[in-house]
C-alpha cells in the first residue's frame, strides 16, 4: 500500500532538521520531497510564459547528482534556505536513490506555470526505473521547492 496520497510526500519546511530527516524517510516510499504544499489530486498546469528555468534546473540537479548540496541550498530563496539544510537535501537524495536506485541520466526540462511559482519537471532514467527531479522557481529565479519524485505525479495547479 502507498503510504503517501497521491505519491507526494510534502515536507513542512518549517520543521526542525531532524524531524524533516524522519518524515524523509516515511515519504521515499513513492517520493522524497522537500517543500511546504502538497499537489492536490488533478491538478493541471499550463505551459510556462516567463524566463525559461530549464538551464538552472538542470544545474541544480547536476550539482544533487555530484553531491554539492550547499551548492543546491544557496539556490533556495532566503526562507527555504533558512529551513532546509544541505544536510537534510542529502539525505532525502539517499532515501530517493534507496528506492528508486542511483542515479543514471535525465531527459529534457519540462516548465509550466502555477500557482506557487514556475515549475520546471526533469525526467529522471534511475537503475531501478524511471523518477523525476522537479523545482519550483519564484518571480526572483530562486528555488522555493524541490522534489525527488516517481514518474507521473502531476504540477499543481
Known sequence: MDPVPHGYGPL??????????????????????????????????????????????????????????????????????????????????AAYQAQFGRYVSHGEPRQQDSGAGTVVSVPLRMAKGPGEFRVTFNGDGHLVGLYFLRAGVPVPA
Open 12 to 93: 513542512r519546511c518549517a520543521a526542525v532538521a531532524a524531524a524533516a530527516v524522519a518524515l524523509i524517510s516515511v515519504a521515499a516510499g513513492p517520493s522524497a520531497a522537500l517543500v511546504p504544499d502538497a499537489v492536490p489530486a488533478g491538478a493541471v498546469a499550463t505551459a510556462a510564459r516567463g524566463p525559461s528555468y530549464g538551464q538552472p534546473a538542470l544545474d541544480a540537479l547536476a550539482e544533487v547528482v555530484r553531491g554539492d548540496f550547499s551548492a543546491v541550498t544557496a539556490r533556495f530563496d532566503p526562507a527555504l534556505r533558512r529551513q532546509v539544510s544541505p544536510q537534510v537535501l542529502e539525505q532525502s537524495w
